[in-house]
């Protein structure tokens, strides 16, 4: 089988084991189904996801010049502290500034390699954790739009991580914590203007990925180093492709590449 489209980030379903797809033009690949199979990226061309011209992508899917013109890749999607659209102020795009950030916000915790604080739209949850490999999360507060999550963000990394290790969240070298215990813990240190959206209930989510054998060391496949690479697929952690020789192939570092996808 043989199939070629522009990579995006690989679509998911909640599920034991969680499901993955890839979404190409014309073809919709169940990634779960590739595994133990042999397959083969081979990278084409760039096509810019605003674009879709062959230029070098930048960061996340766009050329250099639209990824500094695209509203949804503003400072304020990695730093939620800076949405203003709350304020009728814009960054790039306020219609879409206030569609996005005033909608119902979530702060969690979620633990891939280590506990970590973030911020996420309600109707991504658990989408976003799944994305970030995390084998559990809980949630904090469900504030009413991203500047309150942003601000609770800011002031709980005081007291936990906000950054992760993807080696080993690959590798799997993971424990299992008490998020609820930690959740209680952080809660004094919530922004007084947040406080009132602390959830009440204290459910944890547990995630199953599928993977049938995890990297005991993990090298990165970079298909502009490595334009060609086959291996056999052994599991979907993230937003990663995880090969029987430890290569790993990011998934969503790479959007906007066109690639041939075979499959033996
Ligand atoms: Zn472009």
Same mark, same amino acid.
Request: charged letters at 30%.
């Given at each position: 089988?043989?199939?070629?489209?522009? =990579?995006?980030?690989?679509?998911? *379903?909640?599920?034991?084991?969680?499901?993955?797809? =890839?979404?190409?033009?014309? +073809?919709?690949?169940?990634?779960?189904?590739?595994?133990?199979?042999?397959?083969?990226?081979?990278? @084409?061309?760039?096509?810019?996801?605003?674009?879709? *011209?062959?230029?070098k992508i930048f960061r996340q899917g766009y050329?250099?010049?639209?990824?500094?013109?695209?509203?949804? @890749?503003?400072?304020?999607?990695?730093?939620?502290?800076?949405?203003? %659209?709350?304020?009728?102020?814009? +960054?790039?795009?306020? *219609?879409?500034?206030?569609?996005?950030?005033?909608?119902?916000?979530?702060?969690?915790?979620?633990?891939?390699?280590?506990? $970590? /604080?973030?911020?996420?739209?309600?109707?991504?949850?658990?989408?976003?954790?799944?994305?970030?490999? %995390?084998?559990?999360?809980?949630?904090?507060?469900?504030?009413?739009?991203?500047?309150?999550?942003?601000?609770?963000?800011?002031?709980?990394?005081?007291?936990?991580?906000? $950054?992760?290790?993807?080696?080993?969240?690959?590798?799997?070298?993971?424990?299992?914590?008490?998020?609820?215990?930690?959740?209680?813990?952080? $809660?004094?240190?919530?922004?007084?203007?947040?406080?009132?959206?602390?959830?009440?209930?204290?459910?944890?989510?547990?995630?199953?990925?599928? /993977?049938?054998?995890?990297?005991?060391?993990?090298?990165?496949?970079?298909?502009?180093?490595?334009? *060609?690479?086959?291996?056999?697929?052994?599991?979907?952690?993230?937003?990663?492709?995880?090969? +029987?020789?430890?290569?790993?192939?990011? @998934?969503?570092?790479?959007?906007?590449?066109?690639?041939?996808?075979?499959?033996?």
């Open positions: 089988m043989q199939y070629q489209g522009v =990579l995006r980030k690989m679509q998911t *379903e909640i599920g034991s084991p969680i499901q993955y797809f =890839l979404i190409f033009d014309n +073809d919709f690949i169940q990634v779960n189904q590739l595994l133990d199979k042999e397959i083969t990226l081979k990278f @084409v061309k760039y096509q810019c996801l605003a674009c879709g *011209e062959n230029k050329c250099y010049d639209d990824f500094y013109k695209q509203p949804d @890749v503003g400072d304020w999607i990695m730093r939620p502290e800076l949405s203003q %659209a709350h304020l009728g102020i814009e +960054d790039r795009d306020l *219609e879409y500034e206030k569609k996005v950030q005033l909608q119902p916000h979530i702060v969690y915790l979620a633990n891939s390699s280590n506990v $970590k /604080v973030g911020v996420t739209r309600k109707t991504q949850v658990p989408t976003r954790w799944i994305d970030q490999g %995390a084998h559990e999360a809980i949630e904090i507060v469900e504030v009413p739009n991203r500047y309150l999550a942003g601000i609770t963000e800011v002031a709980l990394k005081e007291h936990v991580a906000d $950054k992760t290790n993807w080696r080993k969240m690959l590798k799997n070298e993971i424990e299992d914590e008490d998020l609820k215990v930690q959740r209680e813990q952080l $809660k004094e240190f919530i922004p007084e203007e947040a406080k009132e959206y602390f959830i009440a209930s204290n459910e944890e989510t547990t995630l199953e990925f599928p /993977v049938l054998k995890y990297p005991e060391k993990v090298k990165s496949l970079n298909l502009e180093k490595t334009p *060609e690479y086959t291996g056999v697929l052994k599991g979907v952690k993230g937003q990663y492709l995880i090969f +029987d020789d430890n290569t790993v192939f990011n @998934v969503r570092n790479s959007e906007g590449y066109v690639v041939d996808l075979m499959i033996k």
